[in-house]
């Protein structure tokens, strides 16, 4: 792993970690980062200044966890190296100019792992196995029951508006527009990182949170009403989305493969087109005048996020690996056995 700074990517990496842990396997997770402050986690770490300072020979499999990790994971460990893909990085405006070198990881002949059925289309140009082992919700944020709803609505935006495709700027432009045509909310902002500095925070935002750590972000989710999602379909899968469904906070998203591969029927948002913030801004003033529709998309996304519970990842991941050892040729070790009653 790259590194270890607040994100929903490195977020994924450690739950699937656990979720391995949870099933009786040993899990290392070796990075250039600082160590870890935001999230608990159970794996094994090393720090390094190197990647090939690890003996690979040490484990079963070298999980590449981002593009840049993908060549090294392939160096140390060839056949036994696996690439997790959360989202196609080549398609991102910020890396245009080394496209090539992603795509050039990418082709690098091993198994990708992706967290949604969207990405498999994009990592099969590469040639190389592509197994969907879906996202994973942590256990906190799902409810049950929602407690009784604010006065007025709390309406939650969740990314940093520095990163194009997460649609900030869509989302800004759907609440002034639910606005100009007289819905009442408090628009409630969460991102990694301080606002950008065209952000219009001091005209649309109630509250603006920065870097908030695991705990504190279930806790803010909980304390919402209506979750606006804008992404732009360069989104790989859109975490936050699926947190706020399993929350029971009844959700408005934009019309992208991510998003709509949750489930089907898609009945579990309202969806608008992409980078149309009137279409996003009508459907949340529709959420905000129908109080029988959010308690119905309360329900039914908070059925639909069930599949995101990490037991279920867990057993997925489990699959993929003991087939591929299988396909390698080689017996279990005892460290890739479960243990009895997990």
């Known amino acids: 792993m790259e590194d270890t700074d607040l994100s929903g990517g490195v977020r994924v990496c450690l739950a699937q970690g656990d979720a391995l842990i949870a099933r009786g396997h040993e899990v290392s997770i070796v990075t250039k980062g600082l160590p870890l402050r935001w999230k608990g986690s159970s794996a094994t770490w090393h720090h390094v200044d190197d990647f090939r300072e690890i003996d690979q020979e040490a484990f079963d499999f070298v999980v590449g966890t981002f593009?840049?990790?993908?060549?090294?994971?392939?160096?140390?460990?060839?056949?036994?190296?696996?690439?997790?893909?959360q989202g196609y990085e080549g398609s991102y405006t910020a890396y245009q100019d080394i496209a090539r070198e992603i795509d050039d990881a990418y082709s690098c002949p091993i198994p990708k792992l992706v967290v949604a059925p969207s990405l498999i289309p994009l990592?099969?140009?590469?040639?190389?196995?592509?197994?969907?082992?879906?996202?994973?919700?942590?256990?906190?944020?799902?409810?049950?029951?929602?407690?009784?709803?604010?006065?007025?609505?709390?309406?939650?935006?969740?990314?940093?508006?520095?990163?194009?495709?997460?649609?900030?700027?869509?989302?800004?432009?759907?609440?002034?527009?639910?606005?100009?045509?007289?819905?009442?909310?408090?628009?409630?902002?969460?991102?990694?990182?301080?606002?950008?500095?065209?952000?219009?925070?001091?005209?649309?935002?109630?509250?603006?949170?920065?870097?908030?750590?695991?705990?504190?972000?279930?806790r803010l989710v909980h304390s919402c009403d209506i979750f606006l999602g804008p992404s732009r379909r360069q989104e790989g899968f859109g975490l936050p989305a699926a947190e706020a469904m399993a929350s029971m906070l009844p959700v408005v998203l934009t019309r992208i493969p991510s998003f709509l591969s949750f489930d089907d029927p898609t009945d579990y948002a309202l969806f608008a087109a992409?980078?149309?913030?009137?279409?996003?801004?009508?459907?949340?003033?529709?959420?905000?005048?129908?109080?029988?529709?959010?308690?119905?998309?309360?329900?039914?996304?908070?059925?639909?996020?069930?599949?995101?519970?990490?037991?279920?990842?867990?057993?997925?991941?489990?699959?993929?690996?003991?087939?591929?050892?299988?396909?390698?040729?080689?017996?279990?070790?005892?460290?890739?056995?479960?243990?009895?009653?997990t």
């Open 67 to 85: 593009w840049t990790t993908v060549p090294f994971a392939y160096e140390m460990a060839h056949e036994r190296a696996v690439h997790l893909c």
């Open 123 to 218: 990592c099969e140009r590469f040639g190389s196995k592509v197994v969907d082992v879906g996202q994973i919700v942590d256990d906190e944020f799902y409810r049950d029951a929602a407690p009784m709803e604010n006065e007025p609505l709390r309406v939650l935006l969740v990314g940093a508006s520095q990163i194009d495709f997460k649609g900030i700027d869509v989302g800004y432009g759907a609440a002034t527009h639910a606005r100009f045509c007289g819905a009442s909310f408090d628009l409630v902002r969460v991102s990694p990182w301080r606002p950008a500095g065209d952000e219009p925070v001091d005209e649309v935002v109630a509250e603006f949170h920065v870097g908030l750590d695991a705990p504190s972000m279930s």
């Open 274 to 341: 992409e980078d149309d913030p009137e279409g996003l801004g009508d459907c949340l003033i529709h959420l905000i005048d129908d109080a029988e529709e959010r308690a119905r998309l309360r329900r039914r996304g908070r059925e639909v996020a069930e599949q995101f519970r990490s037991v279920h990842t867990g057993r997925r991941l489990e699959e993929f690996f003991l087939e591929r050892l299988e396909e390698l040729g080689s017996n279990p070790r005892a460290s890739l056995t479960p243990k009895r009653g």
